[in-house]
Nanobody, 114 residues
Framework: QVNLVESGGGLVQPGGSLRLSCAASGTIFRLATMGWYRQAPGNQRELVATITGFGRTNYAGSVQGRFAISRDNAKNTVYLQMNSLKPEDTAVYYC????????WGQGTQVTVSS
């Protein structure tokens, strides 16, 4: 089991930026595919971005070119840099780790509003 703790959410105006962080416990971090997902009220949880242990990234079409996922294996941390934020990006953002099992963080709220 990997423990994941997200931070960095908050309220931002449209066009603004936020950086989310996810700190992971455990020694398997380097081997895990890490991801960010989000869930808006009334919607299903959806993929935002993933990054493999080798650094290969994948993005949802709705965030391509605006968001960037990265990882620091020395710090057991994965980041999501979010730029040019839109009101439709408002959601609870969850960190995910996939290895031999799967773990989720508790989520952090991101609200984009003027």
């Amino acid at each position: 089991q990997v423990n994941l703790v997200e931070s960095g959410g908050g309220l931002v105006q449209p066009g603004g930026s936020l950086r989310l962080s996810c700190a992971a416990s455990g020694t398997i971090f380097r081997l895990a595919t890490m991801g960010w997902y989000r869930q808006a009220p009334g919607n299903q949880r959806e993929l935002v971005a993933t990054i493999t242990g080798f650094g290969r990234t994948n993005y949802a079409g709705s965030v391509q070119g605006r968001f960037a996922i990265s990882r620091d294996n020395a710090k057991n941390t994965v980041y999501l840099q979010m730029n040019s934020l839109k009101p439709e990006d408002t959601a609870v953002y969850y960190c995910n780790a996939k290895y031999n099992g799967e773990s989720w963080g508790q989520g952090t709220q991101v609200t984009v509003s003027s």
